[in-house]
């Protein structure tokens, strides 16, 4: 599936040049062979309304800079480009072409890459050099530079990068406005990381949950809905709101920090200072106080510990239904606002699932007003703990896709 038009906020209206009508004309066309799949030049037009000329024109660019091929065997569903033998069938490879996925996060920071098609083709995850604090932007830095110098070095060109942070990010896409779990605030990110790829890759940052969000409708459990909920489950809780396709953001980009929501125990004290936030109910760290467990080296790794203690253990099973309770309490609320089809759980919550999910998904329909109507179901993310750096590197595609990015 390919990226989400319209996920990178940016404005439109603009007035629209020759030059700009090119590259959107060439998004359209790859964006109909990334979500239908190989198709003759003579389909393509069909499928997005151009002149063959124009998508040929296209086509043949396309080849140049290896995006496409054009098969010498006709594709069964190849429309006849009238009389005689169907057309070739143009494919979409791109292989050489990546977007780059980074994610920092309180214990890790990772990076996925992925090519033009859809195809993951570098992943690497490194917990923070120091336990007990957050990573710094050193540590992302040189992540980030030593997976994009194996993918030069290996042909490959990254065309742009997208950093999904734990926090609050400004309307330019580029400044972290508020992230209390990382202790960052107003750093230049984006800016440190272009000047760290020699200004050959230009760099956005975005929500991690809106990142994941993004991921799980291209590649997860949420491909078949249209409008679903993702919920991180990491030291913070956070949601990627998508509606119709498309990323919900809100009116200053800060949609979906649901992780303040005040639904918690209102004497647990939160990350941020405030008192009753949902995530000092229901985050990773109020998950390991009420069952009495110490933190690993990744939320996965943590949460996988207390699934295994739980099976033995009567009270560990019993505290992790009291936190379904709590999300279920939470999410009732986000469903009755936002109406999912689907609500996606994250990160920590996926090993605790048998735990945690029918509690909460009791609660869900005890408390949705429109429950005998519709009730969301609640699923387990299947993309693990890349699914924000999977969806980052899908959004570092989009200009592509929507052709304000050249090949």
Known sequence: MAPRVGSGGRPTGAPVGTEQVRRQNTGLVLRSLRAEGPASRTELARRTGLAKATVGTIVAELELGRAVTEDGVASSSAVPAGRGR???????????????????????????????????????????????????????????????????????????????????????????????????????????????????????????????????????????????LYLTGTIGIGAGIVRDGTLLRGGSGFAGEVGHMPVGDPAAQCGCGRMGCWEASVGLRAMLTAVGMDEQSTPLQTATAVAERAVDDERVRAALEVLGLDLGRGLATLAAVLDPSAIVLGGYFVPLGQFVVPAAQAVLAERLPTAQLHLPEIRLSSLGIHAAALGAAEHALVDVFTGSLAL
């Open 86 to 228: 169907p057309g070739r069938p143009v494919t979409l490879t791109g292989e050489s072409i990546i977007g780059l996925g980074l994610e920092v996060n309180v214990d890790y920071v990772a990076a996925v890459a992925l090519d033009l098609s859809g195809n993951v083709v570098a992943v690497e995850t490194r917990p923070v050099s120091t336990a007990g604090r957050p990573p710094s932007a050193r540590e992302l830095v040189e992540l980030a530079t030593d997976v994009r110098a194996d993918l030069v070095a290996g042909g490959r060109r990254v065309v742009s990068a997208t950093v999904a942070v734990p926090g609050l990010v400004a309307h330019d896409n580029r400044t972290v406005s508020w992230a209390p779990n990382l202790g960052w605030d107003g750093r230049e990110l984006a800016a440190e990381l272009e000047h760290a790829f020699d200004g050959d890759c230009p760099t956005t940052v975005d929500n991690d949950a809106n990142c994941a969000a993004l991921a799980e409708a291209s590649h997860g459990v949420a491909t078949d809905v249209v409008d679903s």
